[in-house]
């Protein structure tokens, strides 16, 4: 999976600044997806586009648990969000639905990669690619059940392994 | 070795146990509101699914229902569409809905306790990140998003992974209960533990600190555990939560042999362990006034605000955003709270909108008038809280002091209706999230207790309610 990085590099972005709340009355994805992060960015549907990746720092989808801040995100066409942390309600709305991928990254990462650098996650190395910086760093593993729902594409599909 | 309170919950809930597999977990409560539901019906209708368990699903609509006059038409039609909605929704799929004219019409998580809906040892979920206030009845309540709301309608069950256990012991007794309130508690916890520092973990409250709260002040104290990143707070069962239980409207009919098997069995044992543990001494806290833009941006009413340096510990993430709170809440460091003059008040929301919070603050406000530059509202938790409050007088009290007096939803706590902030407005507010925009594009939100609010109404500034007369 490749994409280029919009980083915002501060700890604590919420859900309501990811989808303001008066957006929760809006059913249309698309339409949803217009208002994403308007309460953080003014300029980031300017410069997003398909299949770019968020970094930012720690605690990452704190606050409520709208499922819209996921999706207005990917329906922006972002693909995965590299953290420090994540709030658990966000992380687990993110992969129940297919949504996007929530990657946690370590120091390095978040230090090395920069605003616009090209970088290519591998999930089944756990590898992260900085295209632009010629540099590699590891992301933290999906947990088994985490990384059973993604590979099922979703909560709905998963099934666990029969005997 | 012993186990916890929540560990044995658990146990008691487990439907599918397998190695490197989650646990699927039996819910015995799911709780419906109007905002998060909607695409969770329409997945069912797209599946040809039913609601598994209509008899243990419960709707009611609080998000974005208006709190002014409810004989006239709503005005955002929005709001009005995601209202007949869930109205349709319960229709279909059989669920008992308390609608916008039910006197049982409320906030979600103020009115599941009152009805007797949450029962020590249950499980309850809801598609709302404040379910965790259930969890002062030693309930285990997560709040989920819409694909698990989805999940639970279908199948009453939930795939989850075991969060870990943090104790969180408060010890000692506060000095001036009705000034230092269950609120200041919350908040000196979060501002200790940070925002992420229940993150993965369920919180068991414990100690003498909590053992001498009332329910409506533990339902304080549980309902911020998501503002510490918790996934659920706990507090055991105990005296007052099964007085508190007893004969409401859904309370069982096998009610008392039930109390004598939590009494025994719902309490975590003397050896079993935690895998973190914070002490928090409440002899000499202090009413807490958020100056952020989280809750973990709380300080003393007594002190001034700090420094990025000082607040940060040399973190720059840390640093960067007190620098970036500051400068959107227009406040500079070492201004004294005590200073910081305001222009809205708002008494609600899930934290503290309930009967006791509304007595407290209107011991405050009573016989005086809200400051000429301060417009101040109150809105009760539910319909039940307001009609009790009015056989009381308090709406008298609130109103003669100028106070709006309003009708029970979510109202200003997240601005989904039309209860909002202008951009640049500074609001003194008893509800949980001073996140940027919270309470309305560009509004500034100071999260205080139901006391603090009100006498900032008051005065016009914040003020130490110590230095007050509240008995």
Redesign the interface.
């Known amino acids: 999976m490749r994409g280029n990085i919009i980083k915002y590099p501060r700890d604590n972005i919420d859900t309501d600044v990811i989808i303001p709340g008066q957006y929760l009355k809006v059913h249309d994805y698309a339409e949803l997806a217009t208002h994403a992060m308007e309460g953080l960015d003014p300029d980031f549907h300017s410069k997003v586009k398909e299949g770019d990746f968020i970094l930012s720092g720690k605690n990452f989808g704190c606050g409520s648990s709208r499922e819209h801040a996921p999706i207005a995100l990917s329906h922006c066409g972002i693909k995965a969000i590299l953290a420090l942390s994540f709030a658990r309600i966000f992380y687990r709305n993110s992969v129940d639905g297919a949504f996007l991928l929530p990657i946690e990254i370590d120091q390095d990462a978040y230090d090395g990669i920069s605003e616009g650098d090209e970088i290519d996650i591998d999930i089944s190395t756990n590898e992260i690619k900085n295209i632009t910086k010629n540099q590699t760093y590891k992301m933290k593993p999906f947990s088994d059940i985490i990384g059973k729902i993604i590979a099922s594409g979703g909560l709905f599909k998963y099934k666990p392994d029969q005997d | 070795m012993g186990k916890t309170l929540f560990e044995k919950i658990w146990e008691s809930h487990i439907v599918?146990e397998?190695q490197?597999?989650?646990d699927?977990i039996y819910i015995d409560r799911h709780l419906v509101h109007e905002?998060?539901s909607?695409?969770a019906f329409d997945?069912l209708r797209m599946?040809n699914r039913k609601v598994r368990r209509p008899d243990l699903t419960i709707a009611t609509m609080d998000?974005?229902v208006p709190t002014s006059d409810r004989s006239l038409p709503m005005l955002?039609e929005?709001?009005a569409?995601?209202i007949k909605t869930l109205e349709k929704n319960c229709k279909d799929f059989g669920i008992t809905l308390f609608d916008i004219n039910s006197p049982n019409q409320g906030i979600v998580h103020v009115i599941g306790p009152q009805l007797g809906i949450t029962l020590p040892g249950s499980t309850i979920v809801c598609?709302?990140?404040h379910?965790s206030t259930h969890g002062a009845f030693g309930a285990l309540a997560l709040?989920?998003?819409?694909?698990?709301v989805?999940?639970v309608l279908a199948s009453q069950t939930l795939?989850l992974?075991k969060p870990k256990t943090f104790e969180i012991r408060v010890e000692g007794k506060r000095k001036n209960p009705h000034a230092v309130t269950a609120k200041d508690i919350i908040l000196s916890i979060i501002k200790n533990i940070g925002?992420?520092g229940g993150?993965?973990t369920v919180i068991e409250y414990r100690g003498e600190g909590i053992s001498d709260l009332s329910m409506d002040q533990r339902m304080t104290i549980c309902n911020m555990s998501?503002e510490g990143?918790a996934?659920a707070g706990l507090i055991a069962p105990d005296e007052k939560t099964f007085d508190y239980l007893r004969n409401r409207k859904y309370t069982p009919k096998n009610y008392e042999s039930l109390v004598d098997s939590w009494r025994d069995d719902l309490k975590t044992d003397s050896d079993a362990t935690f895998d973190k543990q914070f002490i928090l001494d409440i002899n000499d806290i202090s009413p807490q006034v958020s100056w952020g833009t989280?809750p973990g941006m709380t300080c003393d009413v007594d002190e001034p605000i700090p420094s990025p340096d000082e607040f940060s510990n040399g973190d720059p993430?840390?640093k960067?955003?007190a620098e970036?709170a500051l400068e959107y809440m227009d406040l500079k460091s070492g201004t004294m709270i005590e200073d910081i003059k305001i222009d809205r008040v708002f008494i609600g929301s899930c934290t503290n909108a309930r009967l006791e919070d509304l007595i407290e603050a209107s011991k405050v406000i009573q016989g005086q008038k809200v400051a000429s530059n301060v417009s101040a509202m109150v809105v009760p938790g539910s319909q039940m809280v307001k009609k009790q409050a009015e056989e009381m007088g308090l709406d008298k009290i609130f109103t003669d002091a100028n106070f709006e007096w309003r009708e029970a939803g979510c109202s200003m706590c997240?601005?989904?209706n039309p209860d909002?902030l202008s951009p640049g407005e500074r609001c003194a507010s008893t509800s949980n999230?001073n996140?940027?925009?919270?309470q309305g594009?560009g509004g500034r939100t100071h999260l205080v207790s139901p006391v603090m609010a009100a006498a900032a109404a008051i005065y016009g500034h914040f003020v130490d309610v110590r230095k007050l007369d509240l008995n």
């Open positions: 599918v397998k490197n597999e989650p699927l905002v998060t909607p695409q997945g599946n998000h974005n955002d929005t709001s569409i995601q598609g709302d990140s379910t709040g989920i998003g819409t694909s698990e989805e999940h795939w992974e925002t992420a993150t993965g998501i990143g996934r989280n993430n840390q960067k955003g970036k997240l601005g989904m909002i999230r996140f940027e925009g919270r594009n």
